[in-house]
């Protein structure tokens, strides 16, 4: 089974419900394997935790693979940025990443993301 790579990292066990304030932090990479229904199952999952990511500027080769990639992100809290890859990389270097504990030495990074970014 094919990962996605959203990444929400839970700390407090026993969550019922998914909250932005009840997740420390959510992590989004986008990769050159992704397809269009990739693409709409994180839009989903991100609205449930009141973040809205909108796509343009989207490119498939021949495979349905992704090439291109524009990403508008407001996680409603006052933290919000576009960014777009061409082509998308491999690996986990192109997306968001909101981290909403209070000690987060960067409480939100978006476009190309260096492990040692976060």
Do not use: W
């Not at 990444?7 to 990479?29: D, F, H």
């Amino acid at each position: 089974m094919r990962q996605l790579l959203l990444l929400v990292t839970l700390l407090t066990a026993g969550l019922s419900t998914l909250s932005a304030q009840r997740i420390p932090k959510v992590e989004v990479y986008f990769q050159r394997h992704y397809t269009q229904q990739d693409l709409r199952n994180i839009q989903e999952e991100l609205s449930v935790m009141g973040v809205r990511i909108e796509y343009d500027r989207v490119e498939f080769d021949s495979e349905g693979r992704l090439l291109g990639l524009g990403i508008a992100v407001d996680c409603n809290d006052g933290f919000s940025g576009r960014a777009y890859a061409r082509p998308v990389p491999e690996g986990n270097k192109f997306g968001f990443v909101r981290d909403y504990r209070q000690q987060a030495k960067t409480p939100f990074l978006i476009g190309h993301l260096d492990k040692t970014d976060q």
